[in-house]
């Protein structure tokens, strides 16, 4: 069977919720393997093995830290080519990051090979992975397979669910060398930003949005409460963002992050073409809006029309209650 190289999106050792999600889709089209690269890339072993991991190409080195993702490419890079040299390689699979997609662009150009950004599914085919993207502001769903080369594929976090499936996880060290850009562009300070004690935008399982609707920046603390409620995160429409009453960070949409949670609850969000582009894959959406004809109320599976100051706060309080 063929192998699928899965890069894994970690913090010191603890892989993050995309990667295991990749592990999953992996496994439909081959034998999962991980690279894990940087500080801790050894600790990720377990966790990857029992995901379904046959095998774990690990390689720790400061330039993963110090640099930009060139580094990252040339391990990739380097795995590719010991997999192919070894046996067949159906694809690479890469979290769709921000720097997720600029590794995977880079390396599909090292490679020769086609590249597909943001898929939302993946299922083997007869000649090859086939990915399924939401394109056009999510007005289309394609499907597309690439031709060129081993696929190099980017996948958006909750496109499919995590799933033990315990394999062998074998850690073998990766030969890398870097490439002499690879120091072209060294990091010279990181400033972590405020934790607000909830779940990043893009990996929820669960987002609450507020739109103009919320009517000043104070009065997001109703939308924060019935996030909080639900362990979710908070999100936020352009003109929210635009008032200053929410963090750019958290705008969903076209101009902010695409966000394709289990659960999307919009709040006083009208619907523009331009947020759904950012929402419109996620599970179950439910809108919040004082307007019967708003145009959000086209694509959701729950509608409540009311006014967002009655209904979020009661929403929140019967959400505590359970
Ligand atoms: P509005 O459209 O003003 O809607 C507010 C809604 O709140 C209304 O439907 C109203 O009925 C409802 N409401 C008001 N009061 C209450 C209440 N008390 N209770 C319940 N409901 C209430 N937008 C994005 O969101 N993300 C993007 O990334 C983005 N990118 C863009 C890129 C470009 C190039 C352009 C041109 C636009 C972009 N926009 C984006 C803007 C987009 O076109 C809309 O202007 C924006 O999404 C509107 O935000 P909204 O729904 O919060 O506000």
Do not use: C
Not at 139 to 167: H, L
Not at 174 to 202: H, I, Q
Not at 246 to 268: D, E, F, R
């Amino acid at each position: 069977m063929a192998e699928v190289l899965v890069y894994v999106d970690h913090v010191d050792g603890a892989v993050r919720k995309p990667t295991l999600e990749l592990l999953t889709l992996a496994r439909r089209v081959g034998e999962p393997v991980a690279v894990a690269l940087g500080n801790g890339a050894g600790d990720t072993a377990a966790t990857l093995a029992e995901h379904g991991a046959v095998k774990v190409l690990t390689h720790e080195a400061s330039e993963y830290a110090d640099y930009l993702v060139v580094p990252k490419v040339d391990a990739l890079q380097a795995a590719v080519e010991s997999v192919s040299a070894a046996g067949s390689l159906a694809a690479v699979l890469v979290p769709s990051s921000a720097e997720g997609k600029e590794i995977a662009a880079r390396l599909a150009l090292r490679i020769g090979s086609g590249i597909i950004t943001d898929a939302v599914d993946l299922e083997a085919g007869d000649e090859g992975p086939v990915a399924t993207q939401s394109v056009f502001a999510a007005s289309y769903t394609t499907k597309s397979r690439i031709s060129k080369g081993t696929p190099v594929i980017t996948v958006k976090p909750n496109s499919a669910a995590v799933e033990a499936a315990p394999a062998a996880g074998a850690v073998e060290a990766l030969t890398v060398s870097f490439s002499d850009k690879a120091t072209g562009t060294k990091v010279t300070g990181r400033t972590p930003r405020e934790s607000t004690g909830r779940p990043e935008l893009t990996e929820a399982a669960i987002v609450v949005s507020g739109g103009r609707g919320v009517n000043g920046a104070e009065n997001f603390a109703i939308i924060e409460a019935l996030a909080d409620s639900l362990g979710a995160a908070v999100g936020a429409s352009r003109a929210a963002v635009d008032a200053g009453w929410y963090p750019h960070t958290n705008q969903v949409g076209q101009t902010g992050k695409s966000v394709s949670p289990q659960l999307y609850i919009a709040s006083g969000i009208s619907g523009a073409i331009q947020h759904r582009a950012g929402m419109q894959t996620s599970k179950t959406i439910v809108a919040i809006n004082k307007d019967a004809e708003a145009p959000i109320f086209e694509l959701v599976d729950y509608g409540v029309v009311g006014d967002l100051f009655d209904v979020v706060p009661a929403l929140t309080e019967e959400v505590k209650a359970r």
